[in-house]
């Protein structure tokens, strides 16, 4: 074999193994199956948070709430809260509870004074699931219609919760309209139908169980002769929650209520509030 027969055979695998030494990664990208997942990922998540409809938008700021510990997803969910869509800004505000966004708390307060009842309760769930006490007010305000600074809410925002289907969608996503009560079978149901807020105030009720302020104390006092059974059964829970056996007086009335579940929580409450007496009895 002459020399230039040979030269004509390895000249191409040399300079062709050169090349490929001096390219760089920036030059040839080869994105990684893994990489290349996690963006059609987030192409759909903000697809969805930027789409037209306000039902994509909310349900795609909600599923944000998987992504804890992910600065760029609570960046979108914060920037959600901005939306002009109530149903998209309740949904941001309980996404960044799920996300357990600690920083996010000044944005939550401030969702607070949203202007739709709806957001500022989502707010105040985030809120206490980032044990900020904070979030107490707004249930406050829903159970008694009234804000602990004795500024009354306005008739428009309660109206919010008087379309069943609505108060259907925000117990599910809030995850606070109807666990407590999923014993109560279809009477929760037919107080939805007949286009009721109270599944919502107990759900309030049962939200300030564990608030320390006397004035929620009192609140759910008041609540024990509520219009609305499914109130009234949540209060006394609340109250047996709160562990005083001071409001005693205010719950054995309701052990003579024309429900009988209301009946059977007051009994249970009467029971539970009276053990730490015995117990102290018992010790001396």
């Known amino acids: 074999m002459t020399y230039g027969s040979l030269l004509r055979i390895v000249a191409p695998v040399v300079i062709g193994f050169t090349v490929s030494l001096s390219a760089t990664p920036d030059e040839f990208p080869r994105p990684r199956p893994a990489e290349a997942l996690q963006k059609r990922a987030w192409d759909i998540l903000w697809e969805g948070t930027h789409d037209e409809s ?3 938008r909310s ?9 804890s510990d992910d600065p760029a997803a609570v960046d979108l969910a914060e920037g959600q809260l901005q939306d002009r869509e109530p149903e998209v ?4 505000a309980t996404a960044l509870g799920e996300m357990h966004s600690a920083p996010s708390i000044p944005k939550l307060e401030n969702a607070l004074s949203d202007k739709s009842i709806s ?3 989502a707010a105040a769930h985030s809120l206490l699931d980032l044990k900020n006490d904070s979030g107490y007010g707004v249930y406050y305000a829903v159970l008694t219609g009234k804000r602990k600074t004795g500024e009354s809410l306005i008739e428009k925002q309660l109206d919010e919760f008087k379309d069943p289907k609505k108060l259907a969608e925000f117990g599910f996503y809030q995850g ?11 009477e929760v149901v037919h107080a939805l139908t007949r286009k009721e807020n ?9 939200a300030l169980a564990h608030d320390p302020d006397p004035l929620s104390g009192k609140a759910l006092t008041e609540a024990v002769s509520d219009k609305d059974w499914i109130v009234r059964a ?15 007086p205010y719950i054995k009335p309701a052990m003579s209520d024309h429900e009988d579940v209301v009946r059977y929580t007051a009994a249970a409450s009467v029971l539970h509030l009276a053990r730490p007496a015995q117990t102290d009895k018992k010790q001396r």
Not at 59 to 67: Q, R
Not at 234 to 248: F, N, Q, S, V, W
């Open 54 to 56: 306000t039902n994509k």
């Open 59 to 67: 349900k795609a700021t909600h599923a944000l709430g998987l992504l």
């Open 89 to 92: 800004r309740a949904a941001a």
């Open 119 to 121: 957001v500022a309760v």
């Open 176 to 186: 606070i309209g109807f666990l407590p009560y999923a014993g109560y079978g279809l």
């Open 198 to 206: 109270s599944p919502l105030r107990a759900a309030a009720a049962g």
């Open 234 to 248: 949540a209060a006394l829970k609340a109250i047996a929650m709160r562990g005083d056996p001071t409001l005693l």
